[in-house]
């Protein structure tokens, strides 16, 4: 845990203004944009950049993975830049949260997987790159986006410990049990053998 600096009526603003964020959809707004229709209505109907991908429209899911990576790192890096580390770490877990739970589409959002790696590489940027690296290898090996997840998650509370920032530690922890827990149907179709690849359009 970070040392509490920041007053709690600060924290609280933080925090919901870090949420607010966290809940554009930009995957949804992409997918508008480009004149894919409504992305809740295709593939797993999930907001995120790999149902993006599955329209077979590369540009869309590519903004729309900056976008999502973007909105949690930005989060993290204005909060720290304003306050102090605490806040940057309620930020980053605020943007999270609200992408996951975004209030504009009824709370019902995407699974945080390139949220939670933007959010990491602008918490401890070491332990980002580490956590994309584990993704990208376990992608590269078994083309599977949400199994590249999981374990790039349940890495990230070692990568920010063994590299240096300990006190992310806890928040980090917390956004991989999140992680596995909007993942809970993938894990499911990982254990049946009947997860889809990364490209595939099921």
Known sequence: MPVIETSAALLA????????????????????????GDIRQIGSGNIGATNVLRTGNKPAA???LLLDAGKGGI????????????????????????????IF?????????????GTLLALFWPAGVAACLTWAL???????????????????????????MPSAGVVTALLAALIFMRHDANIKRLIAGEEPRIGGKG
């Open 13 to 36: 603003a933080t925090a919901v203004l870090a949420y607010l964020l966290g809940s554009v959809p930009f995957g949804l707004v992409m997918a508008r944009v480009f004149g894919l």
């Open 62 to 64: 590519a903004l729309t």
């Open 138 to 164: 376990v992608a590269g090996i078994f083309r599977i986006s949400s199994l590249s997840a999981l374990v790039a998650a349940a890495l990230s509370p070692v990568w920010v410990s063994v590299l240096g």
């Open 75 to 102: 989060a993290v890096l204005i909060a720290r830049y304003a306050l102090a580390e605490d806040a940057a770490q309620l930020a980053g877990f605020a943007a999270f949260l609200g992408h996951c739970f975004p």
């Open 105 to 117: 589409l009824g709370f019902k959002g995407g699974k945080g997987v390139a949220t939670f790696l």
